[in-house]
């Protein structure tokens, strides 16, 4: 559907709600999820201007990049800016709602219906977020904890945003909130010429925690309790490996049939799967994903960039890389929890533009967000990135009271000042440095190939191993806390619309198992979830992945080596992923 079908939103009108958007707590019910299909809308829609508790002039010290974007004539939401790119760097802004299009499921396959939101008549008028006065920090429980009269306020607010889905273009129904991931993730925005994408980039973290946020927000008011909370999926403690009981009630307004039917009934989740079935223990298993919790949250993220993910400013080509925890666990949590084996497209979890209509969507997701406070615990040099480009980037959204707004990654940097927190849990993980070895000593790398007789590689269709100079060794303490030594795959090259995942070893030979990764020789590990560029034609994505080895090399013994071993085990589509070449660089931290 073209976005001449978007429906225009008065905005500052000073009436009053129209009243079919009056909350009957006794009139909702709970619907099951599904897609939907609309054509133009025929009745007016008001948008409420009860914004005076809620925005406050915008912060009077603009950086420069601000004041930049002013004087392109960003005039509010947009402008210049979704025109095209800029001669220097500067913030992704908000989206151009007005010319919000299709978006595709894969190549040839375009959503069936509209994922753009209602469009405000002055959109440049938009004003920025201000957050409520708060008298409680809203405290998000881990879900499998929760108790029953959590369950019932909780099934009663999702009961309550199905119902406004009777009206597909309320900004708080179900399903609008849904198209928000649709939107953002699958090809209907563009900014600076170029197609918007909040994923595979250092966007990742602070666009989900304000949509939840909202959410949230949306949820509490729903059933008049502005102390509600969502909960969160504690998939990184071993209490909290399987679906929550919860969301797999048949019936309930949080059970969402579209899910992998192999993976209910408390089955113990793969925080590495990729569409295929390990046969593998439950302890195992819980293993292997206290393994991956360390690797992501520490050994592999001990600087911002490989945490956050790489730079993402105006001008620049979408999903530049990565961040540990968007790789894994994220990615691999949709795809467990998708209905792979009868859906097309492992909706609804399963792919970026269905993943919002799984109610556990925002449970997955308010863990990944704990993710980030637990990560800025740990210590170190594991802080916020102080980058002007990403603080100052925009995204769009409608308040719990269909109120529009415009809100900044800087305002979202500290959940408590947002109004929530995270009920504690311990984190076992912390403590899982794979400390068991697969190889006595050290693998002799002159009978392995080197690296430039390796690569450039057409496809990885089986285990490969290679040697690689590194660009120092013996590192002294000082040197290793000024600069990280990353493993750097240049040029992945895979089909975008494929799951992909293959793991990576040190200082062993291809015979190593994969299966265990309890290992200290195991590095770490690239995914892929299935997404749709719009401008994309042939859906070939080109990345660059970095692995940090510096831990990896010491736990290994291997520091004082000049030349190491590394191997690649593909678990998922390695017969479509390409690689250009391989190298170890120092970078700053």
């Not at 709970?30 to 409420?48: A, C, D, E, I």
């Not at 978006?103 to 753009?116: I, M, N, Q, R």
């Not at 019932?152 to 309550?160: D, G, H, N, P």
């Not at 939840?212 to 927000?217: G, S």
Request: with cysteine; net charge neutral; glycine share 6%.
């Amino acid at each position: 559907m073209s976005s001449s079908s978007t429906t225009t939103l008065p905005l500052c009108t000073n009436k009053s709600l129209s009243s079919s958007f009056t909350t009957n707590n006794s009139s909702f019910l709970s619907k099951p999820s599904q897609l939907f299909l609309h054509g133009r809308r025929n009745q007016s829609f008001k948008v409420s201007c009860n914004v005076n508790n809620n925005v406050g002039e915008h912060e009077k010290n603009l950086d420069a990049v601000d004041r930049r974007n002013v004087l392109l004539g960003l005039g509010g939401l947009y402008g210049a800016a979704n025109l095209a790119p800029l001669a220097s760097a500067s913030p992704i802004p908000p989206p151009d709602l007005k010319s919000c299009g299709v978006a595709h499921v894969k190549e040839g396959v375009d959503v069936l219906y509209s994922c753009c939101p209602p469009v405000p008549d002055d959109i440049d008028s938009v004003p920025y977020y201000k957050f409520p006065p708060m008298t409680k920090l809203r405290i998000r429980p881990p879900a499998h904890a929760a108790d029953e009269e959590y369950v019932a306020k909780y099934q009663l607010a999702t009961s309550r945003m199905r119902e406004l889905d009777k009206d597909s273009f309320d900004p708080l129904g179900f399903k609008q909130q849904a198209n928000i991931h649709c939107a953002y993730c699958n090809g209907a925005y563009k900014v600076g010429g170029k197609e918007l994408q909040v994923h595979f980039s250092w966007l990742f973290f602070p666009f989900h925690r304000w949509y939840l946020y909202f959410y949230e927000r949306i949820l509490g008011s729903l059933i008049n309790d502005p102390t509600f909370a969502l909960p969160y999926w504690n998939w990184d403690h071993p209490k909290g490996m399987r679906i929550p009981p919860m969301f797999d009630r048949e019936g309930s307004s949080l059970y969402d049939d579209k899910r992998n039917q192999n993976h209910r009934n408390g089955t113990i989740i793969d925080l590495g799967h990729f569409g295929k079935e390990v046969d593998t223990p439950q302890l195992q298993i819980m293993t292997n994903n206290l393994t991956l919790m360390y690797r992501q949250m520490v050994t592999n993220a001990p600087c911002p960039s490989q945490f956050f993910g790489a730079a993402y400013p105006l001008g620049t080509k979408p999903s530049p890389g990565m961040g540990t925890i968007e790789n894994i666990p994220h990615t691999p949590v949709h795809i467990w929890t998708g209905d792979t084996p009868r859906q097309k497209n492992g909706e609804n979890m399963g792919n970026f533009y269905s993943a919002g209509l799984d109610p556990i969507f925002y449970c997955h997701h308010a863990n990944v967000d704990r993710m980030w406070d637990e990560w800025k615990l740990i210590g170190g040099k594991r802080r916020d990135l102080s980058n002007k480009d990403w603080l100052n980037s925009e995204f769009f959204f409608y308040d719990e009271n269909r109120n529009p707004y415009r809100v900044k990654v800087r305002d979202s940097l500290d959940s408590k000042k947002m109004g929530f927190s995270y009920a504690p849990m311990p984190t076992p993980w912390r403590n899982f440095k794979p400390i068991r070895k697969t190889t006595a000593g050290k693998v002799n790398t002159a009978s392995i190939a080197p690296v430039t007789k390796v690569f450039p590689l057409a496809k990885l269709d089986r285990a490969i191993s290679f040697s690689i100079t590194r660009p120092a060794s013996s590192r002294t303490t000082q040197e290793k806390n000024e600069q990280e030594e990353i493993l750097t795959f240049n040029k992945i090259a895979y089909d975008d619309t494929q799951y992909v995942r293959f793991d990576v070893f040190l200082n062993v030979d291809k015979t190593v198992n994969a299966d265990e990764l309890d290992k200290a020789e195991f590095a770490g590990s690239y995914t892929s979830l299935p997404h749709v560029h719009g401008n994309n034609t042939n859906h070939v994505t080109s990345v660059i992945f970095k692995l940090a080895i510096t831990e990896l090399l010491e736990d290994n013994g291997l520091e004082d080596e000049d030349t190491i071993a590394v191997t690649l085990v593909p678990k998922v589509g390695g017969e479509g992923v390409s690689i250009e070449s391989v190298e170890i660089k120092l970078e700053d931290c």
